[in-house]
């Protein structure tokens, strides 16, 4: 598959043999960039806003490899305040010292490689972490109309008032959703 990036087609890779999840290395942050580009075309993430995270919490972040290296997807997480959500396309600069819920910042599968259940592996591994290191809940923002995509993986809505000023650069469908653990 080809994306189109600024007048330049650049190629995502053809995954092949055994696709896995491991944890994210940066060597990885440019494959990672390119998936994103693809996956969320309206939350343009810069490759800078990748490499921030996996500093920030390598033991959240992760991709779909195969057994050449070749990177399909990604999973970052990391710990962040309930109803809180990072501006889009920023970089931040520690992560607060009193989060109380693991945020799940993105996931994102290439076309090529979605709907082979690579999704509920990697979820779940997170969620599993996240309850043995003490966290009460995942928490994300859904976007794309994605939110019966999350609600299949245990997350429901959670609204408020606050929360639709914060989401208002995510886009008019997006929704902050929590899985309890």
């Known amino acids: 598959m080809a994306v189109h990036q600024g007048g330049v087609e650049r190629s995502l890779p053809d995954l092949t043999g055994e696709r896995t999840w491991r944890a994210m290395v940066p060597a990885d942050v440019d494959a990672v960039a390119e998936v994103a580009r693809v996956g969320f075309p309206d939350h343009f993430e810069g490759r800078d ?10 033991a959240g972040c992760f991709v779909l490899s195969d057994d050449r290296g070749a990177v399909g997807g990604y999973l970052i997480a990391y710990p962040w305040r309930h109803e809180r959500v990072p501006a889009l396309n920023t970089l931040i600069e520690a992560l607060p010292q009193d989060a109380d819920v693991v945020y799940l910042h ?4 290439a076309p090529t490689m979605r709907g082979g259940g690579h999704s509920r592996p990697i979820v779940e591994r997170l969620a599993q972490q996240a309850r043995a290191d003490g966290w009460s809940a ?26 639709r000023t914060r989401l208002a650069g995510y886009g008019h469908s997006a929704r902050y959703m929590v899985r309890r653990l």
């Open 49 to 58: 806003c990748f490499e921030n995270r996996l500093a920030l919490n390598p």
């Open 106 to 109: 993105d996931l994102a599968i």
């Open 138 to 163: 995942l928490a994300l923002v859904a976007v794309n109309d994605a939110v019966a995509f999350w609600q299949g993986h245990g997350f429901v809505v959670h609204d408020s008032p606050a929360l």
